[in-house]
Nanobody
Framework: QVQLVESGGGLVQAGDSLRLSCAVV????????MAWFRQAPGKEREFVAS?????SYTRYADSVKGRFTISRENTVYLQMDSLKPEDTAVYYC??????????????????WGQGTQVTVSS
């Protein structure tokens, strides 16, 4: 069984930075493409960023492009810079056992973490 364990969320001010981490427990890490999604209060969950396993190809939502960076070693990271109040959400890590594609839709991903809260005050 695969588990994704997120960490790094918190309360920050607008303009600050945070780094989220997602560790894969229970299966060989290199088998997955991985992604971050987020869900703000009263809104649907939305794509943030994704990365492939083989060549670390990345994809970003337009709303975070240039401010967020996804990367991976034995853990997948989301470096979030120049945070805005509209970035406030629960952030979820997701992993796929399918083809190695930096997909931007939820149904592609098989495993999900429990979520970590990010709150950005103005």
């Amino acid at each position: 069984q695969v588990q994704l364990v997120e960490s790094g969320g918190g309360l920050v001010q607008a303009g600050d930075s945070l780094r989220l981490s997602c560790a894969v427990v229970g299966r060989t890490f290199n088998m997955y493409s991985m992604a971050w999604f987020r869900q703000a209060p009263g809104k649907e969950r939305e794509f943030v960023a994704s990365i492939t396993w083989k060549d670390s190809y990345t994809r970003y939502a337009d709303s975070v492009k240039g401010r967020f960076t996804i990367s991976r070693e034995n853990t997948v990271y989301l470096q979030m810079d120049s945070l805005k109040p509209e970035d406030t959400a629960v952030y979820y890590c997701a992993a796929s056992t399918e083809i190695d594609v930096a997909a931007n839709y939820e149904d592609f991903y098989d495993y999900w973490g429990q979520g970590t809260q990010v709150t950005v005050s103005s």
